[in-house]
Structure formats: C-alpha cells, structure tokens
C-alpha cells in the first residue's frame, strides 16, 4: 500500500539511476531502463514515465501518468471555462468531448493538456477545489511569466477498491540541473494544498553489467 504518512514528500519506488547519456537534437538522453538491457533511450521525463508506467503492485494498483505543459492550468481554463466540467464524476468521454471542442483554440495558443485518462485522474485524486484553485492562480494577470509547473502527472489507481487515485506531481532534474525559482515556488504551493508533489534528481551511473543490476526506488 502506498505510504500516506508524509503524503507531500512521495516516494516513486522506481530506480532514479540513468546510463548512457547522449546528447540527442540538443536534449539529453538516456537509456529507458536501468540495467541497459534496452538500447531505446528518451529524456529524462520519458524515462521516468515510463518506469513509473511498468510498476507491479502487489496490493491490487495500476499505474498511469503522464508529461504536462507549462501551461497545463490555462488549457483547463479554456477547455473547462468557469470551472465547468470539472468534477470527480467527470467521464471519460465527456473529457475528451470538451478537450476536442476546444483543440484549435489550445494549438493557437501554443497550450496542450493531457489525455483525459490523466485529467479524471487528477480530477479525481485532488479534487474540483484544488483544480481550480490551481487554475485560478496560473491564470492571474501578474502571473502570466510564470510557469513552474512540475513536469509530470503520475497517478497510482486501485483495481481492487473504488477510491480515489493517488496523485503525484514531479519535476525531473537531471544531475547537474539547476531548479529554478518559478518550479520550487510552484512545487511549494502544491504541498502547501496538501498535494503530493517534488523534485527527481537523477543519478548519471556506467551502465552496470548483465549480471546483477541495480536497484534503487526514490
């Protein structure tokens, strides 16, 4: 079961470890998995998604995530205007009506939101409330430089019980990456709400031989 004591500080139970480190069209990539046993890499946000994504529970939990834009919360403000739409009952297909309805004016704007599996996720697993607190703060004018926003949405749903999903909100450093002031403030402000939310720092290793492997969860 997951551990709700420190609710705002998650740990991912996914190796932090990343090998084979190439620059990639001006992007770092690295090997998916941590053993090097696959020769496919992606950035540092693809490969924690994807690890997250081939987690195994033992306690009856599927897991499901995805990457967000910068302005994720303004998307939801034009694709849920008023806050509408925006509720733990929402469907599926009522999600992906309104994210189609509003697709054009999202591209003109240069915005994008997640697959409507992750918007029920995160309306579900924080709440209406929070979703529109956060939409409320992204969308005030002195804050329309700021960003912030963590780079990924993972979500933790039991196949067992109906309940909500467990949501975590990550940003993804690689070692030598520098958090920048607006993505701490965010960070803060989402544990300040009682959302689970932190920062991933990768740890660059030599790939590991076939034998043994690593295995380390963060």
Same mark, same amino acid.
């Given at each position: 079961?997951?551990?709700?004591?420190?609710?705002?500080?998650?740990?991912?139970?996914?190796?932090?470890?990343?090998?084979?480190?190439?620059?990639?069209?001006?992007?770092?990539?690295?090997?998916?998995? /941590?053993?090097?046993?696959?020769?496919?890499?992606? #950035?540092?946000?693809?490969?924690?998604?994807?690890?997250?994504?081939? $987690?195994?529970?033992?306690?009856?939990?599927?897991?499901? !995530?995805?990457?967000?834009?910068?302005?994720?919360?303004?998307?939801?403000?034009?694709?849920?205007?008023?806050?509408?739409?925006?509720? /733990?009952?929402?469907?599926?297909?009522?999600?992906?009506?309104?994210?189609?309805?509003?697709?054009?004016?999202?591209?003109?704007?240069?915005?994008?939101?997640?697959? /409507?599996?992750?918007?029920?996720?995160?309306?579900?697993?924080?709440?209406?409330?929070?979703?529109?607190?956060?939409?409320?703060?992204?969308?005030?004018?002195?804050?329309?430089?700021?960003?912030?926003?963590?780079?990924?949405?993972?979500?933790?749903?039991?196949?067992?019980?109906?309940?909500?999903?467990? #949501?975590?909100?990550?940003?993804?450093?690689?070692?030598?990456?520098?958090?920048?002031?607006?993505?701490?403030?965010?960070? /803060?402000?989402? #544990?300040?709400?009682?959302?689970?939310?932190?920062?991933? $720092?990768? #740890?660059?290793?030599?790939?590991?031989?076939?034998?043994? !492997?690593?295995?380390?969860?963060?």
């Amino acid at each position: 079961m997951p551990n709700n004591d420190e609710p705002c500080v998650p740990a991912l139970g996914i190796s932090h470890i990343v090998c084979g480190r190439e620059n990639v069209g001006g992007r770092v990539h690295y090997f998916l998995d /941590a053993n090097c046993r696959l020769q496919e890499k992606a #950035i540092p946000e693809q490969v924690v998604l994807w690890r997250w994504r081939r $987690r195994k529970s033992p306690h009856g939990f599927s897991f499901g !995530g995805d990457r967000l834009s910068p302005n994720v919360w303004r998307a939801m403000a034009l694709a849920f205007p008023d806050g509408r739409g925006i509720s /733990a009952d929402a469907e599926l297909e009522d999600l992906r009506l309104a994210v189609d309805a509003s697709r054009d004016q999202l591209r003109s704007m240069d915005y994008s939101l997640p697959s /409507a599996q992750c918007l029920q996720a995160i309306f579900r697993g924080i709440g209406p409330g929070r979703v529109k607190d956060l939409i409320k703060r992204h969308t005030l004018p002195e804050r329309k430089d700021c960003y912030g926003t963590p780079d990924l949405c993972l979500y933790m749903t039991s196949t067992t019980f109906i309940r909500p999903p467990v #949501i975590r909100f990550v940003e993804v450093k690689k070692p030598d990456e520098e958090l920048l002031a607006h993505q701490e403030e965010e960070i /803060a402000f989402l #544990i300040s709400i009682g959302i689970a939310a932190r920062v991933l $720092r990768l #740890i660059e290793r030599d790939c590991p031989s076939t034998k043994g !492997g690593n295995k380390h969860g963060t």
